[in-house]
């Protein structure tokens, strides 16, 4: 049976203070609130992670992530930090791939392919963003678009490293838009990558994959979105810096 996750990415937003307040909130509503069979996560700037460990460890509900790791073990990366850095604060699963570090930092699939080796080696949780751009959609070619990212940075894992995979699909034009996919577009295409995954890994491996929708998803649609039997939960950017909005959504189910 796959998770039900919903996590918040913070992205570049909150000072340690502000953080730590926004931590402690979740958490405290999470642990009265939530049922137990839906998963938080909290992605957090890496100033922040060490702290927030302390206050995630107070529930069995909330864990932790990191938005992006060094595809290196260890050395002279000046400005990165190290998949055994996180592992040392409790870390649990790391956002690869999101469409920002995509763009703006040009990370390539082959790129990470290695983040999401090194990641899984460490026995942390890759949850690896896809997602096409708004030409992409209008060229038609969203779903080819799609599918090869997954096939160029995860089709090289085997199947038991596969099931330790999340996967976020965030069409870029729905991200911090304030448009986000009907739930009928996000549906149509979580169940194109789930038949991609059951076409190279078999249908079981396919059905045992938490596949998340991220963009623009808000307490107001995400009961919609997470009522289609694809998506299993959802990444949370704007909505997520805000304890009772990221709550209502992990209320949604
Ligand atoms: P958004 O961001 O919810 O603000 O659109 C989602 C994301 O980038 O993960």
Redesign the pocket.
């Known amino acids: 049976m796959r998770k039900r996750i919903v996590a918040g990415?913070w992205?570049m937003n909150k000072t340690l203070d502000e953080g730590l307040a926004l931590a402690t909130e979740v958490v405290n509503i999470v642990n009265d609130e939530v049922n137990d069979d839906v998963m938080a996560i909290l992605c957090t700037p890496f100033v922040h992670l060490s702290q927030v460990a302390k206050i995630v460890s107070g529930s069995e509900k909330v864990f932790l992530a990191a938005q992006n790791v060094s595809e290196h073990a260890s050395g002279a990366y000046t400005g990165e930090v190290s998949v055994d850095m996180l592992k040392s604060i409790d870390v649990t699963h790391v956002i690869l791939g999101?469409?920002?570090r995509r763009e703006y930092y040009h990370e390539t699939n082959a790129q990470l392919a290695a983040k999401v080796d090194i990641v899984l080696a460490g026995n942390l949780n890759p949850i690896f963003?896809c997602g096409e751009s708004l030409e992409v959609r209008e060229s038609g070619n969203h779903a080819a678009f799609v599918t090869n990212q997954l096939e160029e940075s995860l089709f090289h894992l085997s199947s038991a490293e596969m099931l330790n995979v999340v996967i976020?699909y965030?069409p870029i034009w729905?991200?911090?838009?304030g448009v986000t996919a009907s739930s009928d577009q996000a549906q149509e295409m979580h169940k194109t990558i789930r038949s991609f995954l059951a076409s190279k890994y078999g249908q079981s491996v396919a059905d045992d994959i938490t596949i998340l929708y991220?963009?623009?998803?808000?307490p107001s649609n995400a009961p919609e979105l997470f009522s289609k039997p694809d998506v299993d939960g959802g990444?949370?950017?704007?909505?997520?810096l805000k304890a009772r909005d990221f709550v209502d959504i992990l209320k949604s189910y």
């Open positions: 990415n992205k999101h469409s920002e963003c976020a965030e729905a991200i911090g838009t991220g963009g623009s998803a808000k990444l949370i950017g704007g909505a997520s």
